[in-house]
């Protein structure tokens, strides 16, 4: 079966501390892969997309990268942690076949 | 070009009552409409979906939505609302490159 895991569920880190967040899929192959962002009352807002390794678009300039070293791997990272990085990060993926996307739980971070 | 907009960032019902989430969408071609559900520090669940067919979908929950071309829309709708149904919801339309474009999302509260 295709499944999503992102880790960690819950990250507490320091102002200018780095980052890194890792997202994986199970049971598909070459998926579209996304970072979403939901900050307090702003919606999801889309952060990166990949459409294969190697391959990243940015959609909101900021303080984060991602790299999409294998197939189904997508990692978010940040060298120095801003106050304004906080909120709930979430992975997606989606093939073409099945036209929607299926998000991971999400990892809440709180930067202090 | 897609766009999404949902109207009401917050709706009230009662229990027992009938649930109606607004969503209006811009398509230039043929629309994938989705809506997803997300309950406190999780991730979000696909609620139902239509591509083709039959403009009237069923999905998860009890909930279902009407496509209506000639409106725009695509309304989520219960008949009856349980306490459990309270969490946020999003309306989302597929962009010509397949990724999804999603609404600021509805909040549902359920009042015993």
């Known amino acids: 079966s295709q499944t999503i895991h992102q880790w960690p569920a819950t990250l507490v880190q320091p102002v200018g501390s780095p980052l890194s967040l890792e997202c994986t899929v199970e049971g598909t192959s070459n998926p579209n892969l996304y970072w979403y962002r939901q900050a307090a009352g702003r919606g999801l807002q889309l952060l990166f997309y990949s459409v294969g390794i190697g391959q990243i678009s940015s959609e909101v300039p900021q303080n984060l990268s991602a790299s999409r070293p294998q197939d189904r791997q997508f990692i978010l990272s940040s060298k120095k942690l801003l106050l304004s990085d906080s909120g709930f990060y979430l992975c997606?993926?989606?093939?073409?076949?099945?036209?929607?996307?299926?998000f991971g739980s999400g990892t809440r971070l709180t930067v202090v | 070009a897609q766009s999404v907009t949902q109207l009401g960032s917050h709706v009230s019902v009662s229990e027992g009552a009938l649930v109606l989430l607004r969503c209006n969408y811009s398509s230039s071609v043929p629309p994938y409409l989705f809506w997803y559900v997300q309950y406190p520090n999780q991730g979000l669940q696909l609620l139902l979906k239509y591509t083709t067919g039959a403009t009237l979908v069923k999905g998860i929950n009890g909930f279902e939505a009407e496509f209506k071309k000639s409106e725009t829309s695509f309304h989520l709708t219960k008949p009856s609302a349980h306490m459990s149904d309270a969490a946020e919801y999003f309306c989302?339309?597929?962009?010509?490159?397949?990724?999804?474009?999603f609404g600021k999302g509805t909040k549902l509260s359920v009042k015993p």
């Open positions: 989302a339309v597929r962009s010509n490159t397949g990724n999804l474009i």
């Open positions: 997606a993926w989606h093939t073409g076949a099945n036209y929607g996307y299926t």
